[in-house]
């Protein structure tokens, strides 16, 4: 039982070194969205990310993402719209302050260019199961992860039941992560 025990755990101490730790980086990276609104696209922008990345293409059981980001960033180009979106009416900023993104797992896709990453996101009190293809593109200690997906705002209870707004929100993101040293 010994014996058994200490090979689990040496499998899950070399599954996890395998894997290089990053932090995610707000210079070079963008957190977009897009939402129709009186049927115009509005766009915006978040920043403010923190988290860890563990990543390793070739052992992608052991990558891991684990990245929130600052919801009071949020930034429209429009004061005014932007604090009516830190209100209870939309993302309750002083009760919930991050959106947060934990992976449950990563995988490789049908195009070889793009991986697919399955995980949870919580916005507000809200946690909801999401998966998206995204790029990973390696740079000198550094790796560049870049993935789009749509999600329902409504699922989030971000926005109430407007009828001038879509409730689906395009999110395009490019996130820069540096390699740190443990």
């Not at 696209?41 to 684990?66: E, T, Y």
């Not at 490789?108 to 995980?119: A, D, P, Q, R």
């Not at 329902?152 to 490019?174: C, F």
Request: aromatic fraction near 12%; hydrophobic fraction near 40%; proline fraction near 3%.
């Amino acid at each position: 039982m010994k014996r058994i025990f200490t090979l689990i755990v040496a499998l899950i101490v070399a599954a996890v070194s395998f894997g290089q730790h990053f932090i995610p980086v707000d210079e070079g990276s963008e957190i977009g969205f897009k939402i129709r609104n009186f049927g115009v696209n509005v766009s915006g922008s978040f920043k403010g990310l923190h988290g860890k990345i563990i990543f390793n293409p070739d052992s992608l059981s052991a990558s891991h993402f684990d990245v929130t980001i600052d919801v009071k960033s949020i930034n429209t180009g429009i004061d005014q719209r932007d604090n009516h979106l830190r209100s209870e009416d939309y993302f309750e900023v002083e009760k919930y302050p991050a959106i947060h993104f934990v992976s449950t797992r990563i995988t490789t896709s049908t195009s070889k260019e793009y991986l697919f990453v399955f995980g949870k996101l919580t916005i507000k009190d809200v946690t909801k199961e999401i998966s998206f293809p995204f790029k990973a593109t390696p740079k000198e200690n550094e790796f560049f992860f870049e993935g789009e997906f749509t999600l329902n705002r409504r699922d989030y209870n971000v926005g109430g039941g407007s009828i001038s707004m879509s409730d689906n929100v395009r999110l395009n993101l490019k996130v820069r992560a540096k390699k740190i040293n443990e």
